[in-house]
């Protein structure tokens, strides 16, 4: 299984970028999936996560009301729309599945595949 993580890139603040994960080598209709980042100088920290049926998304504090994600079933992807981007939102972008999560998980230790990362940065 490979993750392919894209669609970052340069945006002034307020605006907004959609990053789409694809996976490739098996469906992932059964998958826990999420979204990290990890800003320069910093940990990786947990952005957003959608349970394996679907069904349930969970954010960080600072994404909340900001970040969405979801499946596309059709393009076999999971998207992160990002709406009123900050300078604080810039990193690179990693997506992560696992098909063991039931439910889901904020540590990267549960996801046993990674995307490459997409850079996202923010400009004032």
């Known amino acids: 299984v490979q993750l392919q993580a894209s669609g970052g890139g340069l945006v002034q603040a307020g605006g907004s970028l959609r990053l789409s994960c694809a996976a490739s080598?098996?469906?992932?209709?059964?998958?826990?999936w999420a979204w990290f980042r990890q800003a320069p100088g910093k940990e990786r920290e947990f952005v957003a996560a959608l349970t394996r049926n679907g069904d349930s998304s969970y954010y960080a504090n600072f994404a909340e009301g900001r970040f969405s994600i979801a499946r596309d079933n059709a393009k076999n992807t999971v998207d992160l729309q990002m709406n009123s981007l900050k300078p604080e939102d810039t990193a690179v972008y990693y997506c992560?599945?696992?098909?063991?999560?039931?439910?889901?998980?904020?540590?990267?230790?549960?996801?046993?595949?990674w995307g490459q990362g997409t850079e996202v940065t923010v400009s004032s």
């Open positions: 080598g098996r469906t992932f209709g059964r998958w826990a």
């Open positions: 992560a599945a696992t098909p063991s999560l039931t439910y889901y998980s904020s540590s990267g230790s549960y996801y046993d595949y």
